[in-house]
């Protein structure tokens, strides 16, 4: 599995069982304008390191931590965010989907930044991908 192809997996998987009902969401590298006052969500892929996790069969587990920046307008209190949190949460938690394993996410409170109160959600994943014999 590619680079690309895991973050093709990964952002399929967010489009698929998110509600843009709850909050609108944006990709990496594509214009967005978020809407008055309405929730938005920044969903980023950031890749790791890849090592070689087994000599034979030759194969390498690739890390990475997926992104979700939360941003609700400020002064509304934290509920509205950290529900979104949650939402977040449960689509990646311990999930396991296209050579994709997800582990635990976190939250962090971030506060208000250039006018939105933000809270990130965290998850670190890996894949193993297995090198065809020569």
């Known amino acids: 599995m590619s ?6 997996a990964i952002e399929s998987r967010f489009y698929t069982l998110w509600s843009t009902s709850n909050a609108d969401v944006t990709y990496g590298n594509v214009a967005f304008e978020p809407k008055d006052n309405r929730p938005w969500i920044r969903l980023t892929v950031q890749h790791g390191d890849t090592n070689r996790a087994a000599v034979w069969p030759e194969y390498y587990r690739s890390t990475g931590v997926i992104f979700a920046q939360i941003f609700i307008p400020p002064n509304k209190g934290s509920k509205l965010a950290l529900t979104l949190a949650d939402q977040v949460s ?9 050579g994709i394993s997800c582990l635990s996410p976190s939250v962090n409170d971030v506060g208000v930044r250039e006018g939105w109160y933000q809270v990130n959600v965290t998850c670190p994943y890996y894949r193993d991908e297995l090198l065809p014999a020569i």
């Open 3 to 8: 680079f690309a192809d895991a973050l093709t």
């Open 90 to 98: 449960a689509i990646w938690r311990g999930q396991q989907f296209s």
